[in-house]
């Protein structure tokens, strides 16, 4: 079985930073990209960062400048970095890992519980 656990979120002041943790866990043969949702009340959800296996990452325009991610492939696990938090971030956050089981001849997408991120004003 394979997991995917983030920790990390909270509650945070406008301006403020917090850093989001993500690792990828059980019977894994290789990691292709991994990266981070978020869910707002009654929205859908929004692909925010993306860091492909060679390193290569992709942002929406909406946290570029802002947010950071970074993955060390030796602990299979992924980070967001997110600076200068704005009300407009508040939502849950969700890891997702694009990942070949062992036994498997494909990638699939295994995504994490999600943790809450809640920036006030």
């Known amino acids: 079985q394979v997991q995917v656990v983030e920790s990390g979120g909270g509650l945070v002041q406008a301006g403020g930073s917090l850093r989001l943790s993500c690792v990828a866990s059980g019977s894994i043969l290789d990691i292709n990209a991994m990266a981070w949702y978020r869910q707002a009340p009654g929205k859908r959800h929004d692909l925010i960062a993306r860091?492909?296996?060679?390193?290569?990452?992709n942002y929406a325009e909406s946290v570029k400048g802002r947010f950071a991610i970074s993955r060390d492939n030796s602990k299979n696990m992924v980070y967001l970095q997110m600076n200068n938090l704005e009300p407009r971030d508040t939502a849950v956050y969700y890891c997702v890992g694009t990942i070949r089981p062992v036994g498997e001849v494909v990638h699939m997408d295994y995504w994490g519980q999600g943790t809450q991120v809640t920036v006030s004003s």
């Open positions: 860091v492909g296996s060679d390193g290569t990452t």
